[in-house]
């Protein structure tokens, strides 16, 4: 397949994508989307995989691999000041008043988020370190 014809591909399962998400919001079935954005993520790697030219070389593996870690740095650093901040001001509570308690909850919730981001970005550095071998062990 040409890889012209894989972006069209993708972009249909994107459209897809939207009128099973416009579906479950009217619905209210938030598990039918769920569910299609993890068949059109299956379906967009199937299909990635069908592509005969090359879809990328080490140069954009690279770049990829560095937006990648900054956009984990800078989100990381930006949802976690905004929980804490989140926190400090709804337990003063007289700021927000009686929603307070709910701007509290979310905020510790997206503290949770953030620590679960880190941790599976730990899981995946120690998984790349021993299968690459970046752990400064000199090969002879």
């Known amino acids: 397949m040409k890889q ?3 972006f069209l591909l993708l972009g249909f399962i994107a459209l897809i994508e939207v009128g ?7 619905h209210l079935e ?3 989307m769920t569910g299609a954005v993890i068949i059109g993520v299956i379906a967009a790697w199937i299909i990635r995989q069908l592509v005969d ?9 690279l770049i990829t691999e560095k937006a990648s870690l900054r956009t984990l740095q800078v989100l990381g650093v930006i ?3 905004y929980a804490l901040g989140g926190v400090v001001v709804s337990l003063r509570g007289e700021v927000f008043g009686p929603f307070s308690y709910q701007v509290a909850r979310f905020s510790f919730l997206l503290m949770f988020i953030v620590f679960l981001m880190i941790i599976v970005y730990v899981i995946f550095l120690s998984w790349y370190d021993r299968k690459y071998g970046a752990g400064g062990e000199d090969e002879e």
């Open 20 to 26: 099973i998400f416009l579906w479950s919001v009217e």
């Open 30 to 32: 938030p598990l039918v």
């Open 79 to 81: 949802l976690f000041s």
């Open 53 to 61: 030219e090359v879809v990328a070389d080490e140069r954009t593996h």
């Open 4 to 6: 012209h014809t894989y």
